[in-house]
């Protein structure tokens, strides 16, 4: 149990740190784009880094408690990595069960910009070459599209958060085997002290 919960803490790790090497690369990449919008999405940005931040140093934690076998280390790892699973099997619920429910809405997007993207490629010293059926091959492209991403996020919902509840489980029961082992370690040493039957008896006093 102690490799397997090193392997996750490991792993866990290196995901959050390139989640927050990307999430600052892509922030300056933005700030080029649009400097005058930059103020209006720092609230969210700051705070992604934060959470990216503080999930790195945990997991960071996590990969030197189960290492030495600190207690205290995985216990922190173990309640933010439980807190990180319940948000994002929301998050990941949430965001299949509105692409299941608004998916009309998804698809006259995906067409939307598909026609955009086909209009804004048409040179000016050219006129565009009508092509017969392009709304339908455009609509049955962006529904197939659209059914694809929601089997494929369904099936990421569902094996990625059953993975990340075991997980989490795996590590729960690791910090409660070193808490165990901390007990029996309390209890041995005790056992090392002389026993009442071994210690000389004391004189009766004399009135």
């Not at 005058?36 to 030197?64: D, E, H, K, R």
């Not at 919902?157 to 082992?181: D, E, T």
């Given at each position: ?11 866990s790790t290196i995901g959050y ?191």
């Amino acid at each position: 149990m102690k490799i397997g919960v090193t392997i996750i803490a490991v792993l866990s790790t290196i995901g959050y740190l390139v989640g927050t090497v990307s999430l600052f690369l892509s922030k300056s990449h933005l700030d080029s784009m649009y400097p005058i919008q930059s103020s209006q999405y720092a609230p969210v940005f700051w705070s992604m880094a934060a959470i990216y931040i503080l999930y790195t140093l945990s997991s960071l934690l996590g990969v030197v408690g189960s290492i030495t076998q600190k207690r205290r280390l995985v216990l922190i790892f173990s309640i933010l990595y439980w807190i990180m699973v319940i948000l994002t099997l929301i998050a990941s619920f949430a965001v299949w069960i509105i692409l299941l429910v608004r998916r009309s809405d998804v698809e006259t997007g995906c067409e939307a910009a598909v026609t955009n993207s086909v209009a804004a490629t048409d040179s000016p010293y050219h006129s565009p070459v009508a092509i017969p059926n392009q709304q339908v091959q455009v609509q049955d492209a962006c529904s197939q599209a659209i059914r694809n991403v929601t089997i494929g996020l369904g099936v990421i919902v569902f094996v990625g958060n059953a993975l990340q509840l075991y997980f989490a489980s795996a590590i729960s029961a690791y910090a409660q085997r070193l808490k165990r082992n901390n007990q029996h370690q309390k209890l041995r040493d005790l056992d090392e002290f002389p026993s009442a039957k071994g210690m000389p008896a004391m004189a009766a006093p004399v009135y």
